[in-house]
């Protein structure tokens, strides 16, 4: 298996992989109906951020993707988004994909890199924990599902290089 960046040739593939996981209905927020078909979403991503690709001979079989905070302040955060083709998943690509984008991310300006994963998706969250991805925060009943049933939201995050230290307990005094 070789992990490298997507070109623009492998888009339409991305697009299509990503349809037929929408499907599945279990992972993505998105509707299938309500993620756009269009490839300008993609190609933005590949121009301004960070798209990666597994591929075993011609099948392109995973893609992780990070998005940079689009304001000044967040650039350093990288939104993290990672899927392997169904009959392709228990078999490492989900592994080698993270190891991949943990080694490139810092170059592009990346200090931390977040996620949101449905609580209850277990093989996900054993990969990012054992990325050493911290849960930073719970949302109970943040997604209905079509058939009424609530999903919890789970925030994970990892940085990249030394956080900051924490911020004082109490902020100073602001001048008036
Ligand atoms: C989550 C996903 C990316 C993981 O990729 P993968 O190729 O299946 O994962 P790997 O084979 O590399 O396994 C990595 C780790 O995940 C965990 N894992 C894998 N299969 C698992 C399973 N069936 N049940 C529970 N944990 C599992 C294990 O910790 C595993 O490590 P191990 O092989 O040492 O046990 C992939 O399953 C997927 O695309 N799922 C659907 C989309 C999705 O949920 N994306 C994340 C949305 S936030």
């Known amino acids: 298996m070789k992990i490298e960046a997507a070109r623009a ?3 339409s593939a991305i697009l299509a992989l990503r349809q037929r996981l929408l499907q599945e209905g279990s992972w993505f927020v998105a509707e299938p109906e ?8 993609w190609q933005r991503l590949l121009e301004r951020g960070i798209l990666r690709v597994a591929r075993q001979g011609p099948l392109l079989v995973g893609v992780v993707m990070v998005r940079p905070g689009s304001l000044r302040r967040q650039r350093h955060v990288g939104a993290l ?13 989900g592994r080698a994909l993270m190891e991949d984008i943990v080694g490139v991310a ?4 990346i200090q931390k890199l977040s996620l949101a994963v449905y609580a209850d998706n277990v093989r996900a969250i054993a990969l990012y924990k054992f990325f050493d991805f911290k849960e930073e925060g719970r949302r109970q ?11 919890d939201d789970l925030l994970m995050a990892r940085w990249l290089s030394p956080p900051p230290a924490p911020l004082p307990a109490t902020p100073p005094p602001v001048d008036r």
């Open 34 to 41: 309500e993620e756009t078909t269009q490839l300008g979403p």
């Open 106 to 109: 810092p170059a592009q300006g």
């Open 141 to 151: 009943g943040e997604y209905r599902m079509a058939d009424g049933a609530y999903r």
């Open 9 to 11: 040739a492998d888009l």
């Open 81 to 93: 988004e990672i899927f392997v083709e169904t009959s392709w998943r228990g078999k490492g690509v």
